[in-house]
């Protein structure tokens, strides 16, 4: 299977192997996983990094209200930015954070750098 350079190959997350191979993911996989990493290592986890990550597992003890999603917003938007330099856009991250009942939502949009294609996930953390 022939790739573009736009699209390189990259490690599959979480890592597993494919036969002898390591399975491989496409650009757009990869930047997903990347947020997951984002989204639910909380600070101070990773040794070498302890400014990484916007725990978003901690937040399900957390008043799910309005103040709650602004603060959760503005740590992600800082968070995803530098996680993902040089494959995201970061002027084209959106971030949308919600809530209802026991379950906070997060909506991701940006632009991948290299194509410029858009692309937008959604996150659920809580109960059901």
Not at 85 to 93: L, N, T
């Amino acid at each position: 299977m022939a790739r573009r350079i736009v699209d390189p190959p990259y490690l599959a997350f979480p890592f597993h192997m494919d036969g002898a191979a390591p399975a491989l993911a496409t650009r757009a996989a990869h930047v997903r996983g990347q947020i997951e990493q984002v989204l639910f290592t909380l600070p101070g986890e990773r040794v070498f990094r302890p400014e990484f990550g916007a725990g978003m597992k901690a937040l399900v003890f957390e008043p799910n209200d309005t103040p709650l999603w602004q603060i959760t917003k503005r740590r992600l938007l800082s968070s995803l930015a530098e996680a993902l330099k040089g494959e995201v856009d970061p002027k084209s991250i959106e971030v949308d954070v919600t809530g209802e009942e026991a379950n906070l939502s997060v909506s991701i949009a940006y632009t991948l750098a290299a194509v410029g294609h858009r692309e937008s996930q959604q996150f659920q953390v809580g109960g059901s």
